[in-house]
């Protein structure tokens, strides 16, 4: 199981990003996906989540209304959409994944694999 998140990249502030985040191997195609953020010095934070299996995305407080998260046809490759950036939006972002059905979580624990991130750098 592999999990490649892309896109990242130096923006200004109230710019936009769309990140990616190619699965292989065993797919997610009916199974939780989400997004993460570590910003420099700062715990892992929730940032989106989705179980293809059903139900609605989820979305960390602070990023609710700005992002979206969505996939391909196939399930295969995860996106985030991220409008209206601001600095405090600067961080690392990885993609995670988890073969479960049901609501998805915010915790980190809960989330057995991760991508390795993308840097994603929102200048003032």
């Avoid at 490649?4 to 936009?16: C, D, F, I, R, T």
């Avoid at 699965?23 to 996906?33: D, I, L, W």
């Avoid at 985030?80 to 980190?108: F, R």
């Amino acid at each position: 199981v592999q999990l490649q998140a892309s896109g990242g990249g130096l923006v200004q502030a109230g710019g936009s990003l769309r990140l990616s985040c190619a699965t292989s191997g065993r797919a997610f195609s009916n199974h939780a996906v989400g997004w993460f953020r570590q910003a420099p010095g700062k715990g892992r934070e929730f940032v989106a989540a989705i179980n293809w299996s059903g139900g609605r995305p989820s979305y960390g407080k602070s990023v609710k209304g700005r992002f979206t998260i969505s996939g391909d046809n196939s399930k295969t490759t995860l996106y985030l959409q991220m409008d209206n950036l601001t600095p405090e939006d600067t961080a690392v972002y990885y993609c995670v994944g988890k073969y479960a059905v049901g609501p998805t979580s915010p915790n980190v624990a809960w989330w057995p694999y991760w991508g390795p991130g993308t840097q994603v750098t929102v200048s003032s």
